[in-house]
């Protein structure tokens, strides 16, 4: 296991090929699924599709969020879509597992990648979408530091209905300005 970033409660690790039946478990969540956009089952040549992109850092850093504790893998998070020249990226961050839910990992987690993409890989800007219907997850990025500059209005459908897709961001000096 390479362990990449931590704290006292969880650790960021690369992904390893004998993972893949345990996020495929994780990752099938319905109710997961919904804020995360899947709409298509989880599949073997899926799971090995995104093992094999987690490998690759020229343009994406995936990690998953392990629970020091328990030693379990609790989530995935990562930065899709660099591209240095601009010194930008997007992010994100899902916690698969409900019953880490409200105790902070989240939290940790995105500070642990925002002090990495801002401080070692001179990120300027970090942007991230939230789908509307997630209400919590909308705030907690707000709390965070994120702005929202935009909507996709209808841009994410589920269960019927149509929701806006929140994009949102941070800028250096934003970061900069938080973490002090």
Wanted: aromatic share 14%; hydrophobic share 40%.
């Amino acid at each position: 296991m390479s362990i990449f970033l931590e704290n006292d409660t969880i650790r960021l690790r690369t992904v390893e090929r004998d993972n893949l039946k345990a996020l495929t478990q994780l990752m099938s969540d319905r109710e997961i699924a919904l804020f995360s956009g899947e709409v298509y089952p989880i599949t073997e040549k899926g799971m090995e599709d995104f093992y094999e992109r987690a490998q690759k850092t020229d343009d994406r850093i995936r990690f998953l969020i392990e629970s020091k504790n328990s030693n379990e893998i609790i989530g995935e998070t990562g930065f899709l879509r660099i591209f240095m020249p601009w010194r930008t990226a997007d992010y994100s961050l899902m916690i698969w597992k409900k019953e880490y839910w409200g105790k902070g990992i989240a939290k940790m987690a995105a500070d642990l990648m925002l002090e990495y993409g801002f401080n070692f890989l001179n990120f300027h800007r970090v942007a991230i979408g939230v789908v509307e219907i997630n209400e919590r997850a909308v705030r907690f990025w707000k709390k965070l530091g994120f702005v929202e500059e935009g909507r996709q209005v209808d841009g994410f459908f589920s269960h019927g209905e149509y929701s806006d897709f929140v994009m949102m961001r941070m800028l250096e000096g934003e970061y900069r300005k938080r973490s002090k």
